[in-house]
């Protein structure tokens, strides 16, 4: 499932919300909130905290939805490919706050 998402947008918005945790930052900066299903968030959360930032950006280039773990959580295809986004900015917001690179 394709999103449209400009992932560098997104990105500076986070950053620029640096009172916030890297995960709420990157779930307002994605409007994560839009989609009315609190197991986005929740979904979000557990994809990062159990995957590292490579995992994340492999999942999200290669737009792979588990419909078993979609199904789980109780999302749509869209709702899991939003949190997997949340997850993956919500990493790269990590990495630079860290003095890493974003990529």
């Known amino acids: 499932m394709k999103m449209q998402i400009d992932r560098e947008a997104a990105l500076q918005r986070a950053l620029a919300m640096k009172e916030h945790s890297?995960?709420?930052?990157?779930y307002?900066?994605?409007d994560?909130?839009?989609s009315k299903n609190d197991q986005v968030s929740e979904l979000?959360?557990?994809l990062f905290d159990s995957n590292d930032y490579a995992e994340l950006?492999?999942?999200c280039a290669d737009l792979q939805v588990d419909k078993e773990q979609a199904r789980e959580w109780k999302v749509t295809d869209a709702e899991y490919c939003l949190a997997h986004e949340i997850a993956l900015l919500a990493r790269r917001v990590e990495r630079i706050r860290e003095g890493l690179t974003a990529d």
């Open 22 to 26: 890297c995960l709420d930052a990157a």
């Open 28 to 30: 307002a900066a994605l």
């Open 32 to 34: 994560g909130a839009a």
């Open 57 to 59: 950006k492999k999942i």
């Open 44 to 46: 979000a959360g557990f």
